[in-house]
């Protein structure tokens, strides 16, 4: 089975201009969740989904930020708009209680720049 | 106050050697996970090992071993006999049970497996 789908890969975007990054995850799981890891916050939660509702999005940093997930396959993390200090890599990851750990399964990120 | 602090930044581990990845918790939560992630060069989040709060026996999982004592809310990971390959940033991360089903990271240490 695919792991969890990450597009695009590499963003560079200039300051101001609306940036998506969309995510598919592992078939069957039910949680869904974004990161954003820098160096100087390291790994920070944004929002979690559970079937397809967002669960918590304290995390989310402000308003320019927006996620959804119109189904179980899809979701999309929206920044609009972009700013420098949005540059980081942004991780996508999913997870499923029928899984012995409930571990979640990371996707390989996007790194996004931002001009 | 930090819920999962990583306290060492860099180690350096001589290769063949066995190391110890030191992270302690802050929680209330009687029901908790722990979690460790390998995050290599390339950028890709890997599960390497779960303790449940409730587990009786430490967890081992191949090379990996947690050395997890409760009243001293730590979870050390210690990886034996180790290989170039085991060169990379580590994470401990938490799920409190009564939290929701998300993860909180540790800042992470960077090993070097020197040859």
């Known amino acids: 089975d695919a792991g969890v789908i990450q597009s695009p890969r590499h963003e560079v975007t200039e300051m101001g201009q609306e940036v998506t990054l969309r995510c598919k995850p592992i078939s069957g799981h039910d949680y869904l969740f974004w990161y954003r890891q820098t160096m100087m916050r390291g790994l920070e939660l944004l929002i979690y989904?559970?079937?397809?509702?967002?669960?918590?999005d304290s995390g989310m940093p402000e308003d320019r930020f927006s996620a959804k997930m119109p189904n179980a396959s899809f979701s999309t993390l929206k920044i609009q708009p972009s700013e420098p200090r949005d540059s980081a890599v942004y991780f996508c990851?999913?997870?499923?209680?029928?899984?012995?750990?409930?571990?979640?399964?990371f996707g390989p990120g996007t790194r996004l720049t931002v001009l | 106050a930090q819920k999962i602090t990583q306290t060492q930044p860099g180690m350096f581990v001589q290769e063949k050697e066995a190391v110890t990845l030191d992270c302690t918790y802050d929680t209330s939560d009687p029901s908790y996970g722990l979690f460790w992630y390998k995050q290599p060069s390339s950028g890709e989040m890997i599960f390497l090992i779960y303790?449940?709060?409730?587990?009786?026996q430490n967890a081992t999982e191949g090379r990996y071993s947690l050395n997890f004592q409760k009243a001293r809310k730590s979870a050390n990971l210690v990886i034996s006999a180790s290989q170039l390959g085991d060169s990379a940033m580590y994470f401990c991360a938490m799920r409190e049970d009564n939290a929701g089903n998300m993860l909180t990271f540790g800042g992470g240490t960077r090993l070097m497996v020197k040859p």
């Open positions: 989904f559970n079937n397809n509702v967002p669960i918590d």
């Open positions: 303790q449940g709060s409730y587990d009786q």
């Open positions: 990851a999913s997870s499923t209680l029928q899984e012995v750990y409930n571990e979640q399964f």
